[in-house]
T-cell receptor
Framework: DGGITQSPKYLFRKEGQNVTLSCEQN?????MYWYRQDPGQGLRLIYY???????QKGDIAEGYSVSREKKESFPLTVTSAQKNPTAFYLC??????????????FGDGTRLSIL | QKEVEQDPGPLSVPEGAIVSLNCTYSNSAFQYFMWYRQYSRKGPELLMY????GNKEDGRFTAQVDKSSKYISLFIRDSQPSDSATYLCAMSAGYALNFGKGTSLLVTP
């Protein structure tokens, strides 16, 4: 089955620690995205990538980093500089048709908590 | 003013009712509109994708866009307990999607 796999489902971070969230897709989509979802708030875009080896900051990129070395993989690192990392993190992907936005398909998320 | 406004609810209806979910927006450049359904502890699932104004129907779901009023709606006919979830609207003028905060829906048997 085609889809997006996020792992782990739950993750705990200690103070001063960096953690990496995994996102893999087998939909052959060019574009991939990371969102953060907090209670009572909409999804907020952290980073997105339209092509391998290229990515752009979203609205709340501070304290996060990403890489896109392979088309199917887009890991997100939550660094110690992110002072409020507790949230539900969602990865998404879509086909890329330039200026015409395509529906994004989501994984089932990783819930990150601070120890 | 946020670009996309959505009443968080919760909205509670009896099984079989017609449900109306709505979003308003302020950016007149938005042309692409989507509705997602999100179950607890899961990722959003795409329900409807529409371009510009008009209606689109898919089974029990109808999406309606009124660009003159900057207002979009999702109607669910013959609602079922399995429809209980959070419904997110999303819209875009170009590349990035702008999401509403979501409306929590509970359909009671």
């Amino acid at each position: 089955d085609g889809g997006i796999t996020q792992s782990p489902k739950y993750l705990f971070r200690k103070e001063g620690q960096n953690v990496t969230l995994s996102c893999e897709q087998n939909l052959n989509h060019d574009a991939m995205y990371w969102y953060r979802q907090d209670p009572g708030q909409g999804l907020r875009l952290i980073y997105y990538s339209q092509i391998v080896n290229d990515f752009q900051k979203g609205d709340i990129a501070e304290g996060y980093s990403v890489s896109r070395e392979k088309k199917e993989s887009f890991p997100l690192t939550v660094t110690s500089a992110q002072k409020n990392p507790t949230a539900f993190y969602l990865c998404a992907s879509s086909i890329d048709e330039g200026a015409k936005p395509q529906p994004q398909h989501f994984g089932d998320g990783t819930r990150l908590s601070i120890l | 003013q946020k670009e996309v406004e959505q009443d968080p609810g919760p909205l509670s209806v009896p099984e079989g009712a017609i449900v109306s979910l709505n979003c308003t927006y302020s950016n007149s450049a938005f042309q692409y509109f989507m509705w997602y359904r999100q179950y607890s502890r899961k990722g959003p699932e795409l329900l409807m994708y529409t371009y510009s104004s008009g209606n689109k129907e898919d089974g029990r779901f109808t999406a309606q866009v009124d660009k003159s009023s900057k207002y979009i709606s999702l109607f669910i006919r013959d609602s079922q307990p399995s429809d209980s979830a959070t419904y997110l609207c999303a819209m875009s003028a170009g590349y990035a999607l702008n999401f509403g905060k979501g409306t929590s829906l509970l359909v009671t048997p």
